[in-house]
């Protein structure tokens, strides 16, 4: 009984096809965009490079 678990990587409650195709994609595209917005967001404070400024948005 516990040897399929331990060998499966997916989530353990997600027994359906369903959960396996809808829940990753989301997941990930969370994460990345939560990314993109902190680096933005972090380019924007620091201006380091001078190509986003307060004008360009």
């Known amino acids: 009984m516990l040897c399929p678990m331990v060998g499966n990587p997916k989530w353990p409650f997600s027994e359906g096809d369903e959960n396996d195709t809808n829940f990753r994609p989301i997941l990930v595209f ?5 990314l993109i917005m902190v680096l933005t967001f972090w380019f924007v ?4 490079f001078g190509v986003f400024s307060s004008g360009d948005w």
């Open 30 to 34: 969370i994460i990345l965009a939560l």
């Open 45 to 48: 404070l620091t201006n380091r």
